[in-house]
């Protein structure tokens, strides 16, 4: 399997809702970040974590790394209807800089 | 002011036609690249300039051939185009001297290529 695999692959929840994300990944890593798409559009970047980084907040958004569990999650707190994205966490491994991106989470926010 | 720019949006062609795919940014910085997302939204990366300069090039055919005439542009040419070529195509650029993912990436809103 690919390095950076998000979890759910899809996810809907009541908008107000709190949502979570997950990504693993394989190899030791110097970066993880994560990115939303619109359907239709470009990847817009959300929040880049240090390997060295266990926690980071953005607005509504917090993201965790845990490099033991190579793991990393994302919290959308108070979720809107224009939270409604695919959601892709991509990591640089250690070894070789390599960027990899995963499948992505699908996210609706229900009404 | 978009800060990323690919031209065209859409494109549809036949097999085995050669197309290009232009990129542009605004945003001043070192560092290109093009993606290619396929069906199920996978999305990885092809090639990775940093000012005019090859660095990264991952396994793709030799069919695909990236130029850069200055470092606010990466163009992808692609010959004799396959079926297994539609796919969406993003650019993205990010600072640094060379490729590295402790900046953010600043993608295109995407080509769809659809091969006929």
């Known amino acids: 399997s690919q390095q950076g695999e998000e979890d759910p692959q899809a996810l809907s929840i009541q908008e107000g809702e709190n949502a979570t994300m997950n990504c693993s990944y394989k190899?030791?890593?110097?970066?993880l970040q994560w990115y939303r798409q619109n359907s239709g559009r470009g990847l817009v970047h959300l929040i880049l974590?240090?390997?060295?980084?266990r926690e980071k907040h953005s607005g509504r958004l917090r993201v965790t790394l845990d490099t033991s569990k190579k793991s990393s999650s994302l919290l959308i707190t108070a979720s809107r209807a224009a939270d409604t994205a695919s959601y892709f966490c991509a990591t640089d491994a250690r070894r070789d800089d390599k960027i990899i991106f995963g499948k992505g989470t699908r996210l609706h926010i229900l009404p | 002011d978009t800060a990323v720019s690919q031209t065209p949006k859409y494109l549809v062609t036949q097999m085995g036609n050669d197309k290009s795919i232009k990129c542009e940014q605004n945003l001043g910085h070192d560092t290109m690249y093009w993606y290619k997302q396929d069906s199920k939204k996978f999305l990885k990366i092809m090639f990775s300039?940093?000012?005019?300069?090859?660095?990264i090039n991952e396994t793709v055919p030799n069919r695909f051939s990236p130029k850069s005439p200055d470092k606010a542009h990466l163009n992808l040419h692609i010959n004799s185009l396959e079926l297994g070529d539609s796919a969406v195509y993003f650019c993205?650029?990010?600072?640094?001297?060379?490729?590295?993912?402790?900046?953010?990436?600043?993608f295109g809103d995407g080509t769809r290529l659809s091969i006929l």
């Open positions: 993205a650029s990010s600072l640094g001297r060379r490729p590295n993912f402790n900046q953010p990436q600043h």
């Open positions: 190899t030791s890593i110097n970066n």
């Open positions: 974590i240090r390997s060295n980084e």
């Open positions: 300039y940093n000012n005019k300069e090859l660095i």
